[in-house]
C-alpha cells in the first residue's frame, strides 16, 4: 500500500511539474511571438531596401 504520505508527495510532484509545464509553454509562446515580430520586421526592411 502506498502511504498517504507518499501520495501526497507524488500529487505534490505532479503539480509542481504541470505549473514547470505551464511557464515553459508561457516562455515558449513569447519566444515565438517574439521570433515572428523579428522576421516580420527584417521582411519589411528588405523590401524598403531594393
Known sequence: MISSRGLSKWA???EHA???IGSWLLIAIGILSLAHLLR???GKKKHVKP
Open 18 to 20: 504541470r505549473a514547470n
Open 12 to 14: 505534490n510532484a505532479e
Open 40 to 42: 516580420a520586421d527584417f
